[in-house]
């Protein structure tokens, strides 16, 4: 268990929804990132946010957003969807901004029908 | 583009005997590399990291080699188990303004009893 918590576990909607995922950071964790995994494209990063700003930006589409809270707890925004955004999310946190081990969660499985 | 890869997209092995699992890489300002393992229906786990001011770091069954002047990463696990089976990333940071890993496309290892 690498104290990282992800729900829902999985996710099951409609082209043209919006979806949030949420992910809690291990204790004490500031730095939060998103990671998609496709069978097509391996394993992408989206973003990164440091104790609520956001740090870095990977090819994440403008019809995904995400932020973290006050509590460092992050959501992941996915509107529009499309049947390409199904994939696993993954959320990731590290102590640090920069060089840092990331420790990942279990992940959502969202399913576009 | 600048990318991580890895040499074997499967590996086989006999339990018992060290398995080495490949990776190159392209970017010479990276400077900080994991290795995670992936199992079926789970976010990726750390296995070891090392940086690029080191050369071979160890841990328990694990030893990460770094060859920065072909840039090549690789990760022998000693007396491989059924349990390390899985599906092994290597991935590369460059810490800038923020962070953020790039993985390889991974190497599905498979330990026969």
């Known amino acids: 268990d690498s104290g990282v918590t992800q729900t829902p576990k999985h996710l099951i909607t409609a082209t043209g929804q919006r979806v949030t995922l949420r992910c809690s950071p291990r204790s004490g964790d500031l730095s939060v990132y998103w990671y998609q995994q496709s069978l097509d494209q391996g394993l992408q990063f989206l973003i990164q946010?440091?104790?609520?700003?956001?740090?870095a930006k990977g090819n994440i589409l403008e019809r995904f957003s995400a932020q973290q809270f006050p509590d460092l707890h992050s959501e992941l925004n996915l509107s529009s969807l499309e049947l390409g955004d199904s994939a696993l999310y993954f959320c990731a946190s590290s102590a640090n901004l920069l060089v840092d081990t990331q420790y990942f969660g279990p992940g959502t499985r969202l399913t576009v029908l | 583009g600048e990318s991580v890869g890895l040499h074997l997209p499967t590996l086989s092995v006999q339990e018992g005997d060290n398995s080495i699992i490949n990776c190159a890489y392209s970017n010479s300002a990276s400077d900080y590399f994991i290795w995670y393992k992936q199992e079926s229906g789970k976010g990726p786990q750390f296995i070891i990291d090392i940086r690029s001011n080191m050369d071979k770091r160890q841990g328990q069954r694990v030893t990460v080699l770094l060859n920065k002047t072909v840039k090549h990463l690789s990760l022998q696990i000693a007396a491989t188990q059924p349990g390390d089976s899985a599906v092994y990333f290597c991935?590369?940071?460059?810490?800038?303004?923020?962070?953020?890993?790039?993985f390889g496309e991974g190497t599905q290892l498979t330990v026969n009893p």
């Open positions: 991935a590369e940071n460059i810490g800038t303004s923020g962070s953020r890993l790039t």
């Open positions: 946010y440091y104790n609520g700003e956001e740090r």
